[in-house]
């Protein structure tokens, strides 16, 4: 059994670690509400944005779609890896680089797949694995829609100029502070929309269907990558306060366990040498 200085000093680093873990966790909570309201005041808007820009889209006719439509032949995958600054938040950011590998080895295992990273953590990782062509951990900095609307024209641009066929989206949406979903999504080319979607509704466009459908496109893929980007924002903090919640409960067993360690060693300690005036008395008696 280990000695009372020892057990004292354990028990003392394990008391610093949970009041460390204790103020992270009160730290993320307070944050999360915040990007909590952000993700959901927007969700709606977004949603609603794709799809009015899908519904529009499959009522051009042939030949008159956006150069963002085009469906070229795949064979340069863009993987766009959005994850953290940080760490100490459990699974978050290794489950996107588990998510940005197996698209790499599994549904594009014959193409050319390069990465963009969001966020250090992606950055360090998918470094390892691939061709990272940009960074842009500043983003998580400043977190506004300006900072994430060059990212999203520098993705605009590049698959424009053919430098990439297909550009996917791997984030954690937000569901609730225990819970995130690891998506995959298409950024680029834009995906159709259903042929039967509103076509019967009767609209009158000013100015035409087209020049509505090329303003907004770049409006909306601005938007779904900062949605994006919001929604693994919010994991991020909800991750951290769950995994800090953890922490400190184990941090507070463990220390229970030591004090209770402790308390028998402090006891054991004193019945020896209660044991050993008692001999030593009755030694002199004899």
Known sequence: MANLKEIRNRISSV?????????????????????????????????????????LSATLEAGSGSKFANQPEVKKVLVVGIASNRGLCGAFNSNIIKECTRLADEVYANKEVSYVAIGKKANDALSKKGA????????????????????????????VDGEFDKIELVYNKFKNAATQIVMTEQFLPIVPGEDDVNTNLDYIFEPSKVEIVEE???????????????????????????AMHKATDNATELRDQLLLTYNKARQAAITNEILEIVGGAEALNN
Do not use: C, W
């Not at 993700?39 to 808007?45: L, N, Q, V």
């Not at 977190?143 to 590049?158: H, I, P, S």
């Not at 938007?223 to 991750?239: W, Y």
């Open 15 to 55: 008391s610093s670690t949970m009041q460390i873990t204790s103020a992270m966790k009160m730290v993320s909570a307070a944050k999360l509400k915040k990007a909590q309201d952000a993700i959901t005041a927007m969700r709606p808007y977004a949603n609603k944005l794709t799809e009015l820009l899908q519904s």
């Open 132 to 159: 990272i062509i940009s960074n842009h951990s500043d983003v998580l900095d400043e977190l506004t829609f300006g900072n994430v609307a060059e990212v999203a024209k520098e993705l605009m641009q590049r698959f």
């Open 216 to 242: 907004l496109i770049p409006k909306a893929l601005k938007t779904q990558l900062f949605k994006a980007v919001r929604d693994s924002f919010a994991s991020e903090h909800g991750a951290r306060m769950t």
